[in-house]
């Protein structure tokens, strides 16, 4: 299913979409990191973007 792209807020702006691929796109190039990275680091600690960005030292 696809995002809603009419219902944004912080919620959405906090989350991390793996399943859409503009949004891979969006964070990789955001963070600075590769895709895999991306994946990985999701899967470690989770989806919202504080906790990626706080693994990753930013």
């Known amino acids: 299913m696809s995002d809603d ?7 959405d702006r906090d ?4 399943s859409e ?3 891979i ?3 990789t190039k955001e963070l600075g990191v ?4 991306l994946r990985d680091i ?3 600690v989770g989806n919202t973007s504080r906790a990626v ?6």
């Open 21 to 23: 691929d503009y949004e």
């Open 5 to 11: 792209k009419s219902k944004t807020g912080s919620p």
């Open 15 to 18: 989350r991390i979409n793996l």
């Open 25 to 27: 796109q969006y964070w």
């Open 53 to 58: 960005r706080e693994h990753l030292g930013q």
């Open 34 to 37: 590769s895709e895999m990275e």
């Open 42 to 44: 999701v899967q470690a």
